[in-house]
T-cell receptor
Framework: NAGVTQTPKFQVLKTGQSMTLQCAQDMNHNSMYWYRQDPGMGLRLIYYSASEGTTDKGEVPNGYNVSRLNKREFSLRLESAAPSQTSVYFCASTFGQGLINEQFFGPGTRLTVL | AQSVTQLDSHVSVSEGTPVLLRCNYS??????LFWYVQHPNKGLQLLLKYTSAATLVKGINGFEAEFKKSETSFHLTKPSAHMSDAAEYFC?????????????FGSGTKLNVKP
């Protein structure tokens, strides 16, 4: 099992450019999450998908959109990148469905917006 | 609403001495609690979890944590630090709302281990 995979690992964008971060999990998990990590702020939830076919805003959704393509895949899109979106982005998944289980994390995408 | 406070942003210990990383939470009901470790430029790895079974939880690499409801704490300890323990540690509380797990992260504690 690969667990949670993310692509790309690194990306540099210019202000105003767009891009999509890809995430996939092979653990048959129902719930998936996108976080951003900034120094001293822990992880902040951008968007989540409780189950296939549903998505919802987290704590810091402005400037982002998501798509739950199928049960395995959950992508994060930046339509018009801004320097404030320079961060490390983590995708995570958990089984969900009323059971409290740990989240499994991908290796992260380091994004720099110039 | 749930929240997590990690009381120290940085902790420095000498190799071979005990480690204590402090975490307090607020929760309106019985929470599930986790500790994750993040080594530099890596993702987050689960150290241990508490889900209302034994209050003393043992994790990987010799770490353990004790759930104290009266103190709303879930401090992480290790008897003897190793150089490889140098990393950032996150305390996380989770609840289940309408069959969905939501996770709340502390701001992290960076552990430095001196030789």
């Amino acid at each position: 099992n690969a667990g949670v995979t993310q692509t790309p690992k690194f990306q540099v964008l210019k202000t105003g450019q767009s891009m999509t971060l890809q995430c996939a999990q092979d653990m048959n998990h129902n719930s998936m999450y996108w976080y951003r990590q900034d120094p001293g702020m822990g992880l902040r939830l951008i968007y989540y998908s409780a189950s296939e076919g549903t998505t919802d805003k987290g704590e810091v959704p402005n400037g982002y959109n998501v798509s739950r393509l199928n049960k395995r895949e959950f992508s994060l899109r930046l339509e018009s990148a801004a320097p404030s979106q320079t961060s490390v982005y983590f995708c995570a998944s958990t089984f969900g469905q009323g059971l409290i289980n740990e989240q499994f994390f991908g290796p992260g995408t380091r994004l720099t917006v110039l | 609403a749930q929240s997590v406070t990690q009381l120290d942003s940085h902790v420095s210990v000498s190799e071979g001495t005990p480690v204590l990383l402090r975490c307090n939470y607020s929760s309106s009901y019985s929470p599930s609690l986790f500790w994750y470790v993040q080594h530099p430029n890596k993702g987050l790895q689960l150290l241990l979890k508490y889900t209302s079974a034994a209050t003393l939880v043992k994790g990987i690499n010799g770490f353990e944590a004790e759930f104290k409801k009266s103190e709303t704490s879930f401090h992480l300890t290790k008897p003897s630090a190793h150089m490889s323990d140098a990393a950032e540690y996150f305390c996380v509380v989770s609840d289940d709302i309408n069959n969905f797990n939501k996770f709340y992260f502390g701001s992290g504690t960076k552990l430095n281990v001196k030789p």
